[in-house]
């Protein structure tokens, strides 16, 4: 099962890669964008490109995840991995992934039996961002409360162990990502950087070892 997911993430990391590419820094009408990422996805022919970076790091999350979770979460590893992608480049969540995201999850969540805390773990994380937005707006975005939702979706539904590992990883890899920063002098006490990625890399971390 592991092999057939790993095999379908790297047909899907080609997906991944033209969806993350469709969207920009700063896109003046938000539906154009939106519909030229649609059209980008369906005119895209399924095999990798070269260098298959995003290919294969798709293959390896989604195997990973399946491996180590299941396959009711491989959804939230492709999203992710999209969302990383995007946020990475241009300090931007798009709500067109994000917000649909939230009904697709819960419905691959079904076959858990365990929706009832998945739902409470999602607003449960959402809240605890949405505190930290509303303490400090410069820290994150708005973006990341949404993404937040999402990561407390499925990490919840899997345990709260899980739901707690994820959440303390993704603030304690941004914090490790700042000191390098400032250690090797790359940047100052006032330097953004994208915070979604290590959000994502957190989740990873708990749906891999928080069961």
């Not at 260098?51 to 959804?75: C, F, I, K, N, S």
């Not at 920063?181 to 990873?204: C, D, I, S």
């Amino acid at each position: 099962m592991v092999a057939l997911v790993a095999l379908l993430g790297l047909i899907a990391g080609r997906y991944v890669r033209t969806l993350a590419g469709a969207f920009g820094d700063d896109p003046e009408d938000l539906r154009a964008e939106a519909r030229a990422a649609l059209s980008a996805v369906l005119r895209t022919v399924p095999v990798p490109a070269w260098l298959p970076a995003v290919e294969l790091a798709t293959a390896a999350v989604t195997a990973l995840v399946a491996w180590r979770a299941g396959l009711p979460y491989v959804y939230l590893a492709l999203a992710g991995t999209v969302l990383a992608i995007i946020d990475w480049r241009t300090f931007r969540l798009p709500d067109v992934i994000t917000l649909p995201s939230y009904p697709i999850l819960a419905l691959t969540l079904i076959p858990t039996g365990e929706l009832p805390r998945a739902l409470l773990g999602g607003v449960a994380l959402a809240a605890v961002y949405g505190v930290l937005w509303f303490v400090r707006p410069a820290a994150m975005g708005l973006g990341d409360v949404k993404l937040a939702g999402l990561i407390g979706l499925a990490t919840a539904a899997l345990g709260w162990p899980a739901w707690v590992l994820a959440a303390v990883a993704g603030q304690l890899l941004g914090a490790l990502y700042a000191v390098a920063l400032l250690a090797t002098g790359r940047a100052g006490r006032h330097t953004e950087f994208p915070l979604g990625p290590f959000m994502l890399l957190g989740a990873l971390t708990g749906l891999c070892l928080g069961s």
